[in-house]
């Protein structure tokens, strides 16, 4: 039930990305989503198109990686995907305690892809060349 | 007119986190020991708050955020108490947020404030992933919700610093492991505290007092 809020954060972001890079039709917006977010898809996508129906955002696909939970034996440091949320390791078996946590609470966005305007002359290369690298 | 592919690599939840990040430097400075209490409908929240004021009323200073999706039931009860609470309705949303509790923290008097408790929505989901800038998230699981809750809500448990199982005076009625609670817990986050608790009779709540006043004394040390 959290999807609304979270709708509502990533299109600010991508609006103040758009804006900052000269977007001015966003085609395509891809995040990550670990599963302890326990964020719902369809929900999420649901809620976004509700709130972005006026704006250059409008009609983006928001391609949504579910990324699983890794977790980290302590015993045998061996990295293992959590099934089923037990968190039994493959050769150890039950971690008593101290487990690790690699990955499963992304809330991330990774990329914005879209058309650039091109209105001024004075052209600053909005191509895909030159990615600012993520900080 | 061009295509354009723009990396960017930003945490969605920034806006709040930036937020929380505000409301923790107003604590801070303030001095004030500030919990994030979460749990699910019923489990005790509203019940632990009426003991600890009891517990604790008399040696702190303590105020209370009570957030509810609708009614200002929760605040009464507190206000009864005779300490400071504000009620947040949410109208609708399943969880608090950094700009609720800022707004919240406005209209409370923080002057000699030690201890504020933020009394979170009732849902063992949503609000583990929205952090409101307290020092501690601390958790009720009520025995009568059963042992399997950790397997269930993983993110709540791994996020809290203190469960708190109450109604153990409830443990011969209900099918309820606390051997399981402590193991699956465990498993999760190592380093969470456990307390078994009784709001109701009184029981296992002197080690929670305990732990709040550590805290208390240790975030008090930065009043001016």
Redesign the interface.
């Known amino acids: 039930?959290?999807e609304?809020?979270?709708a509502e954060?990533?299109l600010?972001?991508v609006l103040d990305?758009s804006g900052r890079?000269?977007?001015t039709r966003v085609n395509r917006i891809q995040?990550q989503v670990g599963a302890?977010?326990?964020v719902v898809p369809a929900a999420l996508t649901f809620c976004f198109e509700l709130i972005s129906r006026d704006t250059i955002v409008a009609d983006a696909v928001l391609a949504i990686e579910m990324v699983a939970?890794v977790v980290r034996c302590p015993e045998c440091k061996e990295r293992f995907e959590v099934d089923n949320?037990?968190?039994v390791c493959p050769r150890c078996g039950?971690?008593?305690?101290?487990?690790d946590?690699t990955s499963g609470?992304e809330?991330?966005?990774?990329?914005?892809?879209?058309?650039?305007?091109?209105e001024d002359e004075s052209s600053e290369s909005?191509?895909?060349e030159e990615?600012?690298?993520?900080? | 007119m061009s295509q354009v592919k723009v990396p960017v690599v930003r945490n969605i939840l920034e806006a709040n986190e930036r937020l929380a990040k505000a409301n923790r430097t107003i604590f801070d400075q303030a001095g004030i020991f500030a919990v994030n209490l979460m749990s699910s409908p019923g489990a005790g929240k509203t019940s632990l708050l009426e003991k600890t004021i009891d517990g604790l009323g008399d040696r702190y200073r303590i105020a209370v955020i009570e957030g509810d999706i609708q009614s200002s039931y929760d605040a009464e009860r507190i206000q009864r108490k005779g300490v400071q609470a504000v009620q947040i309705n949410t109208d609708g949303a399943c969880h608090l947020d950094g700009s609720m509790v800022l707004e919240a923290i406005e209209a409370l008097d923080l002057d000699g404030l030690d201890l504020l408790v933020i009394e979170n929505v009732g849902n063992l989901v949503c609000p583990a992933e929205f952090n409101l800038g307290e020092h501690h998230k601390v958790m009720i699981l009520s025995v009568a919700e059963g042992d399997d809750k950790p397997l269930k809500y993983p993110l709540m448990f791994q996020t809290s610093s203190v469960l708190l199982v109450n109604k153990i005076d409830l443990l011969p009625y209900v099918d309820c492991d606390l051997e399981k609670i402590r193991q699956r817990a465990g498993q999760l986050n190592p380093r969470q505290q456990i307390f078994e608790v009784s709001c109701r009779g009184g029981a296992g709540l002197d080690a929670w007092y305990a732990w709040l006043e550590t805290e208390i004394a240790r975030v008090r040390v930065n009043r001016g």
């Open positions: 039930m959290h609304m809020a979270i954060s990533l600010g972001i990305e890079h000269g977007i995040l302890l977010a326990a939970v949320q037990f968190y039950p971690i008593p305690a101290g487990l946590l609470r809330l991330t966005l990774l990329s914005i892809e879209g058309e650039s305007g091109d909005p191509c895909g990615y600012p690298r993520g900080q």
